[in-house]
């Protein structure tokens, strides 16, 4: 059940369905991204979401999920391909320039959804890719 969720969550992030997104979150979902604040809650992750459609295009290639023993864990690993379509205040500016970015996330479960998920990438990759 671990690893199918995780792989329906990113079938919807690659569907840019973010309500089947939503459906996969706790009430309380914690989600953190590199370089960024941590969001707590589901309306604060269907903004993030919302803000993500709108500034960029993605898709998550190669994504590989890995579990253990522990059934309230788990962590994947895959490439973002994806289009910078609006400017992120802070950000370089937005000209439809494309991206090449490995990525991966931790992920905590509770009660059959993600109540957790940490994201990682190289920023500082992506900054150089967009300029």
Known sequence: MTAALISRYYAAFNAGDADAMLACVTDDVEHRVNEGEIRRGRALFAEFCGHMGVSYREELRDIEVFTSGNPNRAAAEFVV???????????????GQGYVLPAGAFFDLRDGKIARITTFYNLNDWIRQVS
């Open 81 to 95: 391909h994806g289009t910078y379509l609006q400017t992120d205040p802070g950000l370089p500016e937005a000209r």
